[in-house]
């Protein structure tokens, strides 16, 4: 599920196959109508941390301003050990 609330873009419950891309095209209408960047992506809600939810994330940031206008808040363990993997701890901001 996809919510705009509080300033910050919220991703909560399962990504798999079935609602990737609506998930990702929902988030990429909210981050086109927001004016000011960095944005904050909260994942607290987050039931798993995979490598589709993670592609998410990428694609999205890919469409901000400078390929560097989200942060992401509450990135679940899983998540965090591929981002490691993938070498991407650089190219991806993070927040507590």
């Not at 209408?29 to 941390?49: M, T, Y």
């Not at 591929?82 to 701890?89: E, F, G, K, P």
């Amino acid at each position: 599920m996809i919510e705009f609330k509080s300033q910050q873009l919220v991703l909560s419950g399962h990504v798999d196959f079935k609602n990737a891309a609506q998930l990702y095209n929902q988030g990429l209408e909210i981050i086109r109508k927001q004016a000011n960047f960095p944005l904050v992506v909260d994942l607290s809600g987050l039931e798993q941390g995979n490598t589709l939810a993670l592609a998410i994330l990428v694609q999205w940031l890919r469409q901000t301003p400078q390929a560097n206008g989200l942060h992401f808040k509450a990135v679940p363990s899983k998540m965090l050990k591929i981002i490691q993997a993938c070498h991407l701890q650089d190219d991806l901001a993070f927040i507590q």
